[in-house]
């Protein structure tokens, strides 16, 4: 699309006169040492006092630098090149530095993307708070202190009194979120620009915090403007979307309107990608209660057919167990001040067998026990209770070779494309690592091994050349999965193995994993928080909750008849669970 | 943190009998007779030299010496220096001059090495900045004694602003000089921490946060970079204090000061043990106590670090 259209906002019956921010033409760009790289190519967008609005697309597409933009905040060299950001009528790109500090915060709050990294660790709860109170003018010195009370209560912290001399690594993920909210909107801004807000934390916890920015928003009349990879989730909490793409916006609009009839190929792709949607979808296959119409719309891109296919007419099949755990138990011993130890339960008496090629996930929040359960299968940990079998050997005694025969059977692939690789170490080296750690094959051996491999995950032979860091966050999953692959094992256990990725991204590694499946006859044990993705892979679920499993199931089961008021709790927390599609 | 410290104090008495050990035996290992030493080339009556061996206990084997002069630490004797003079008369002059000299040095470089060092890293690849990494690549690079030198010669005989040598009482102001030597490499240092330091830290989340609060720019970078980008400089100045109170020798040297460095050289050369270890022994006590103190700034900076056990 090469004339992005105006975004044709339809004006809240109140305020038929100026918008609250209007931004025409805006260009952005970072300088490099190749020159200027253009963020953000002339993007169009209107937001009216009390509207919100979304912007959503994949990482790279300038959403967020847009918003970096309209808050005068673009990192490193970023620079506006072109066009303007009117707000109540100001151009914002004119603005001088002394003029920017009136409008932030004052008129225009932020929240950022990720609680642990937005706090200063330095300083105390109440102080970053009342600071900003203090800054905006509102309150002075008492005043503003019990002002920082209120705010913090606002947000969702009703022992705020008690925990004012805090700092926020005794805070958790949530409450850092709901401290990081308060502060924005602490000074009462017209305009909320709310980066990613809730992409680092549990479902449950995401959606208790949307809920609230939506009750608290709505009373003060403050227009929020989202920016989010989550289409679901956009549709769910704004009333206008606008699509961007590599810089520009490729589709803009209201939301159930984007949603139920995407125009642009790519935001087509989108809505067909979102797991939160798909697995919508599936529902509405699986219950025939949708149109031959829907289908169409929703059955192009890149999480295709097969997968829903698959989704659709799996059964838990009555194959042996390849892992059986049984009444397993892990206890940590936790120092406290003093000598005093405390013992955290972390997996609590739990029993479950993963079927020869199937998947199984094991889903639960944060703090649930499923990576420890991971890690207990891996025998990466020594278990406290309860024994695990594998392929119907006891794994309680086995040292040495058997050791090393089991490891080479079981490979983990880990949650963080970044972390998990060795930037020193060249992709090719990276993937034929556990051959030459097992002494498998000839050198001559194992570099086609390596050509074999990157073939399996579609990557191009040139890759064996590079570096992690010139990858991107898929490929770099991609790379994990083939070295997971090189000693050709039976199992694989994905811990939050695609959690990291961007939606496109993640459709197709999910992809990738099921073909894989098919033509390897694997085993998936697949671990993450995600609901909406469980739906799309696996054929049983357990859901975890403190250390136990609070429901086994199949995943229609669980997806359909959940009788688990926990499990109900997820499923309702899924971001756009309560969109309804068709209707 | 009571704990925590006490545990540290603890910590020292075994640091405390290992270093005098050591440093006692180092001496007694060292070859050569120090009394025929002291006499040179007219060796004086045998008697003579037995009577002083016995007086300075040194006919006794090495751990008995070792023994007798821990002692008399606990009774608050730490010997006599081979010329008379008590051990305690000769620390109670040199390390109020050193302690002075070091103070002023470490004031300097900390007061002027984070000043620049900020505003290096707020203009990082600016003018400023480049022309501060120069410096500093400067002083670390050339030696302390030409850069003593030369500041003696343009300030104490160019300019005649401040005397070439200390005088034996070594007022503060006759010390500035050389303190400004003493500290010129642990400058260079601070402003290069500082400036890694702010410059990395003003990329961080938490800043870009402050200032979407609509925090003013002075008050960014007061209250959220700086505090948080004192930490690594801290511990260089606690590890400083130890080195500037010892390693003064050279600067000492240039400009005639009766401080430590001096004082220990000479005991060194002509083997008195006891002044050696007992100075050795106070210096060991500075440096554990400069770590204690760093660790326990630490804790004050940032509040993550609680020491528990």
């Known amino acids: 699309m090469t004339n992005p259209q105006t975004v044709p906002v339809t004006p809240n019956s109140a305020n038929e006169e100026t918008p609250l921010l209007k931004i025409r033409g805006l260009e952005v760009g970072f300088e490099t040492q190749r020159g200027v790289v253009q963020a953000v190519r002339g993007i169009d967008l209107t937001l009216y006092q009390g509207q919100s609005l979304a912007i959503v697309g994949e990482s790279g597409s300038g959403k967020s630098t847009t918003a970096q933009a309209v808050i005068g905040l673009l990192p490193g060299t970023g620079k506006v090149l072109g066009g303007s950001i009117e707000f109540e009528g100001n151009d914002l790109t004119k603005f001088s530095d002394a003029q920017f500090s009136e409008v932030r915060g004052s008129q225009i709050g932020y929240v950022p993307q990720d609680p642990m990294s937005n706090l200063n660790p330095v300083w105390s709860i109440g102080f970053q708070v009342q600071e900003a109170i203090e800054a905006n003018g509102i309150a002075q010195g008492k005043e503003a202190r019990q002002r920082t009370i209120e705010v913090l209560n606002e947000a969702g912290l009703s022992d705020a009194s008690e925990r004012l001399k805090q700092f926020p690594h005794q805070f958790s993920g949530g409450m850092r979120q709901r401290v990081l909210i308060g502060i924005g909107l602490s000074a009462r801004p017209k305009l909320l620009i709310a980066d990613e807000p809730t992409s680092a934390l549990d479902v449950t916890v995401q959606r208790q915090i949307l809920d609230h920015l939506q009750t608290l928003t709505r009373d003060y009349g403050t227009s929020v403007l989202f920016i989010t990879h989550d289409l679901g989730l956009a549709a769910e909490r704004a009333e206008q979307l606008v699509v961007m793409y590599k810089g520009k916006v490729v589709e803009s609009g209201p939301s159930r309107e984007i949603l139920e009839n995407p125009q642009h190929p790519y935001t087509q792709r989108l809505v067909a990608a979102a797991p939160s949607l798909a697995s919508r979808r599936i529902q509405s296959i699986k219950s025939n209660t949708s149109s031959e119409n829907d289908l169409k719309i929703f059955g192009q891109g890149s999480l295709d057919d097969a997968l829903i296919a698959r989704a659709a007419s799996r059964e838990a099949g009555a194959k042996t167990d390849l892992i059986k755990v049984n009444n397993i138990t892990k206890v940590y011993e936790i120092r406290k001040q003093g000598f005093r130890k405390d013992k955290l339960l972390a997996v609590n008496d739990i029993s479950f067998g993963v079927k020869k090629g199937t998947t199984t996930a094991l889903v639960g929040e944060s703090g649930s026990g499923k990576s420890t359960v991971a890690k207990l299968i891996l025998q990466l940990e020594p278990l406290t209770g309860g024994s695990i079998e594998f392929d119907g050997v006891d794994l309680a005694g086995i040292k040495g070779d058997e050791l090393l025969k089991f490891r080479r059977r079981v490979q983990p692939v880990f949650q963080d494309p970044y972390g998990s690789l060795d930037p020193q170490y060249s992709v090719g080296n990276t993937i034929a690592e556990p051959l030459l750690a097992h002494r498998i094959g000839t050198p001559k051996e194992r570099f086609n091994r390596v050509s074999e491999l990157l073939d399996q995950v579609s990557l191009p032979q040139a890759t064996r050349h590079r570096y992690p860091g010139e990858l991107s966050g898929g490929q770099r999953q991609r790379v994990a999965i083939a070295r997971a692959l090189a000693l050709k094992p039976d199992v694989l256990i994905l811990d939050e193995a695609v959690s990291a990725l961007d939606v496109l991204v993640q459709g197709q590694v999910l992809n990738l994993l099921t073909e894989l499946q098919t033509e390897l006859d694997l085993t998936y044990l697949f671990i993450t928080h995600d609901l909406a993705v469980v739906r799309l ?23 359909e008849n959940s009788k688990n008021p926990y499990t109900q709790e997820l499923l309702e927390a899924i971001p756009g669970a309560n969109i309804k599609l068709g209707a | 943190m009571l704990w925590y410290a006490g545990k540290r104090f603890l910590q020292m008495i075994p640091v405390f009998f290992g270093a005098t050990f050591l440093i006692y035996f180092m001496v007694f290992a060292v070859p050569g007779d120090p009394i025929a030493a002291l006499y040179g080339d007219h060796p004086p009556a045998p008697g003579v030299i037995e009577t002083i061996r016995a007086e300075y206990n040194l006919d006794k084997p090495f751990i ?13 004797d730490l010997g006599t220096t081979f010329s008379g003079r008590s051990v305690t008369d000769v620390m109670a002059q040199a390390f109020p001059i050193t302690a002075r000299l070091a103070m002023l040095a470490l004031a300097i470089e900390a007061f002027f090495g984070i000043i620049v060092g900020l505003v290096a890293g707020l203009r990082k690849g600016k003018l400023f900045d480049a022309s501060a990494l120069v410096i500093s690549l400067l002083l670390i690079s050339v030696p302390t004694f030409v850069v003593g030198f030369v500041l003696q010669f343009i300030f104490g005989i160019q300019l005649g602003w401040a005397r070439t040598t200390v005088s034996g009482a070594a007022p503060w102001g006759e010390l500035i000089l050389p303190a400004i030597v003493l500290a010129s490499v642990s400058f260079a240092y601070i402003v290069r921490l500082t400036r890694a330091s702010v410059a990395d830290n003003l990329g961080a989340d938490f800043v870009r946060t402050a200032t979407a609060k609509g925090l003013s720019r ?31 020798i050279v600067t000492e040297g240039i400009f005639n000061i009766n401080g430590v460095g001096g004082t220990v050289y000479r005991a060194i050369t002509l083997g008195e043990g006891p002044t050696v270890v007992s100075f050795v022994a106070v210096m060991v006590i500075i440096f554990v106590l400069a770590n204690l103190l760093v660790d326990l700034l630490y804790a004050a900076l940032d509040p993550r670090i609680r020491y528990a056990n």
């Open chain 1, 537 to 559: 892979v696996a054929d049983n679920v357990c859901v975890m909750q403190g250390g136990r499993i609070v429901e086994a199931a199949t995943t229609d089961e669980v997806f």
């Open chain 2, 64 to 76: 008995i010496q070792y023994l007798l002069y821990i002692g008399g630490l606990f009774q608050g």
């Open chain 2, 218 to 248: 002075r008050r960014v970078v007061t209250v959220h970079v700086l505090r948080n980008s004192l930490v690594p400089v801290v511990t260089y100045l606690g590890v400083d204090i130890g080195s500037l109170m010892v390693g003064a």
